[in-house]
């Protein structure tokens, strides 16, 4: 048998992590050793046994292979929380490629140890007469800064350093002179950052309802009993999903465990975090992007020491260091925010199953509109359904009415704001309530329509939408067909086939314009640039600073303003023609959500959705609120296309400076893969075409979809593919990126 070597690394630290040393793989040891295995290693000149993680395989030595030592031994001692993190480092490897150093940067995401912080105190290091007696020398002898701090801790037992140097004025040299001389002392403390300022006093727990309650018990009962299956809690917008993670949580903090609350973005950070905090006090923390690296640091040795029971954050506080981890929550879990841009291309719901599994602690995702593969495991009895049918507080569900844009039109009504929106604006204004505009820009990607029947030009292959393009051609994102674009509308031979081309800022404007007494905030991109811009924009509506919140999507996940009685969505298809088989989901659950905005209270709410498609299921359903009737729908649609959760879908991105070097790249690995997978066996390879954005910073980017029912076999071909582009040079300068579904 050939001689096999493991590439392993002795400290996962985040800056030694490039560092490797390779070692020999006994034979007898061959079939334990994988990616990720934790293994013992002689190490240096006095061959002292260490432990170390293998991070790679190999058959070829880097080195006299006289030179590299043998791996000792495979640890089998019990499973610890670094082991636990080497092995989910190596499942993401297996799932979505990218290389294993990769997958260990991402579960030990803080970059490198920062400065710690430290709060240093000074303190008398004599008695108060001797100290007295050395405060008169100091005054005769004018030795003013010296006197001043005797005088000050004569006053005051311990002052704190800042103060001294500061308020003062005495320098760090004069501080350090009288600690020499023995007058004074200074002592230090590490004190964590904590980017939670909130000075709010602990609450009492909310007494659930009736329907909450039985869900409580009924995931304890199971979970008590060492079902660790996963729980979906479908619950319509202001049913009280909040209070039950609260519970189940306590629950879990009771029984010496800590938890994670993952939610989809920085936005809702603010009110999820006050709501957390009125209930588990300092026990929590925050993770995200847009903290310091000194915080993230510290959020994570405060998580490691079991300062903290609760970590709240968008996708990476799931890599909390948790040592005793009994729950994973998963909030607004059909968000897009879940699935990771860069490699490993991970999706958070499927990484938290795993870690949950490796650690023996429970996963719970909820929402008002759950991702049709989770409720489609949830039918298929692979995750436990709970359902929530009415709000917590009894407030009622809004009227929503839907507004027909074409009829607009044909009216002379060209303003963004339609005749109704308007007058509900008007009145809404005049009971001094509050009123969200949300245009539907997701996913976005400049489809043609016709203003005048709503018809949109398709991919006659993928039925998706077709992206107009600047060269003013239409072209499909998946399959890459492509056509002029057309003048008049085939359907209806008008001559209103356009684009949309309005952002939140001219929003604002016309509404400024229409109503020049209101005041008005905007929530988006550029509004929230600031470290805590979302935070401000959100407090200053909460606190009723404004009348009227314009945004994107941004504003209606999960937010709770009890005044906001008025949610109007402006042209609610711009995202149902995204160009993507998921636009309807897509579609459906922004309007659910948006239209949950208002009338949260004991105030009634309306909702009015603008549209060229009235008459669509998604828009029709999310109107009446109704997931089971859009789901039976949609799910008909995916089981006749083949789309995922029925089948599977592998996406392969790449990307390269050159943009022949990539066509080619592409064509062969598309050539590769229609020699190696079996003849009949129902295997789609579609593409290759163009990303939705097709070049970002002069980098040309690319992508092909294996579409198949059986995941087993798109992880088979993608390690092939691996070992394809590994053998063949031309592809070291393509990046090549894999993700599921």
Not at 48 to 71: A, F, N, Q, T
Not at 384 to 392: D, E, M, Q, S
Not at 650 to 666: E, I
Not at 718 to 740: P, W
Request: with cysteine.
């Amino acid at each position: 048998m050939k001689q096999q070597y493991a590439d392993i690394i002795v400290d996962i630290t985040q800056e030694k992590l490039d560092h490797t040393f390779q070692y020999k793989i006994p034979e007898e040891l061959s079939s334990q050793v994988k990616e990720g295995t934790a293994v013992e290693i002689p190490f240096g000149k006095g061959n002292r046994l260490i432990r170390g993680y293998v991070i790679s395989l190999s058959g070829k030595p880097k080195l006299d292979e006289k030179k590299i030592k043998e791996i000792h031994s495979v640890r089998k001692q019990e499973i610890g929380a670094e082991e636990n993190r080497m092995a989910l480092a190596a499942w993401m490897r297996e799932q979505y490629g990218g290389t294993m150093i990769q997958a260990i940067k991402t579960v030990i995401p803080v970059k490198q140890k920062q400065r710690p912080k430290e709060k240093k105190t000074v303190y008398l290091a004599i008695p108060k007469e001797e100290a007295a007696q050395r405060l008169e020398l100091f005054q005769k002898k004018h030795q003013t800064a010296r006197a001043r701090i005797l005088e000050a801790l004569l006053e005051e037992e311990q002052i704190p350093y800042g103060v001294v140097t500061g308020k003062l004025n005495v320098t760090a040299s004069v501080i350090r002179t009288l600690e020499e001389q023995g007058i004074l002392k200074c002592e230090s403390e590490t004190v964590y950052r904590n980017p939670i300022s909130i000075q709010e006093k602990k609450r009492a727990r909310i007494c659930l309802n009736a329907e909450q309650e039985a869900i409580v018990q009924d995931i304890i009962f199971h979970w008590e009993e060492k079902e660790y299956r996963t729980s979906l809690i479908h619950g319509i917008t202001g049913s009280g999903k909040t209070e039950i993670y609260m519970e189940l949580i306590a629950y879990a903090v009771k029984q010496g465990g800590q938890a994670i609350v993952l939610i989809p973005e920085i936005a809702l950070t603010y009110q999820t975090v006050m709501r957390f905090y009125r209930r588990f006090g300092e026990r929590i923390s925050i993770m995200h992007s847009r903290l310091s690296p000194g915080e993230r640091y510290d959020q994570f040795e405060r998580a490691k020491d079991g300062e903290i029971d609760v970590m709240i954050g968008p996708r990476s506080a799931l890599f909390t260091p948790f040592p005793n981890l009994k729950i994973i929550i998963i909030d607004e879990e059909h968000e897009d925010t879940y699935q990771s841009e860069t490699v490993p291309r991970y999706h958070a719901r499927e990484v938290a199953i795993q870690r949950a599994n490796l650690e023996d602690a429970k996963v719970i995702l909820g929402s008002a509109t759950p991702s049709l593969e989770s409720y489609y495991r949830a039918q298929k009895g692979i995750y436990r359904l709970y359902t929530l049918k009415k709000r917590a507080k009894e407030s009622k569900l809004p009227e929503v009415q839907i507004v027909d844009l074409r009829a607009e039109l044909k009216s002379g009504n060209r303003s963004v704001l339609s005749v109704v929106l308007r007058e509900k604006i008007e009145e809404t204004l005049e009971k001094k309530q509050q009123i969200m505009l949300f245009l539907n820009r997701r996913g976005y990607a400049g489809f043609l329509s016709c203003r005048s029947c709503g018809h949109v030009i398709k991919c006659p292959h993928c039925d998706v939408s077709l992206a107009l393009h600047n060269n003013g051609k239409l072209i499909c994102h998946y399959c890459g067909y492509e056509e002029e674009r057309q003048k008049i509308c085939p359907e209806c031979g008008s001559s209103f086939l356009s684009s949309f081309r309005v952002g939140t800022q001219q929003i604002e404007e016309v509404v400024q314009r229409e109503f020049p007494n209101a005041k008005i905030l905007r929530m988006d991109l550029d509004t929230t640039k600031e470290k805590d811009g979302h935070a401000k924009i959100l407090s200053a509506f909460s606190g009723h600073e404004a009348d009227i919140l314009i945004g994107t999507q941004m504003i209606v996940k999960g937010h709770d303003f009890p005044e906001v009685t008025l949610v109007g969505v402006l042209a609610a298809d711009l995202s149902l023609h995204a160009g993507t088989y998921r636009a309807a989901e897509k579609t459906f659950q922004l309007l659910t959500q948006a239209a949950g905005r208002a009338g949260r209270r004991e105030k009634p709410g309306e909702v009015i959705i603008q549209t060229y498609n009235p008459e669509h299921y998604s828009i029709v359903n999310a109107a009446h609120q109704d997931y089971e009737s859009f789901y039976e729908q949609e799910i008909l649609y995916r089981t006749l296309a083949g789309y995922p959760p029925v089948s599977h879908l592998m996406g392969v991105h790449a990307s390269c400076k050159d943009k022949n070097h990539l066509d080619m790249g592409m064509t062969y690995l598309k050539k590769y893969i229609e020699q190696i997978i079996p003849k009949k066996a129902g295997i789609t390879v579609i593409g290759p075409a163009d990303e939705q954005i097709s070049k970002i910073s002069d980098i040309y980017r690319k992508v092909m979809y294996v579409k198949y029912k059986d995941q087993q076999m798109l992880l088979k071909i993608k390690e092939r593919m691996e070992q394809y582009m590994e053998a063949n040079e031309g592809y070291r300068t393509i990046l090549v990126q894999f993700d599921m579904n």
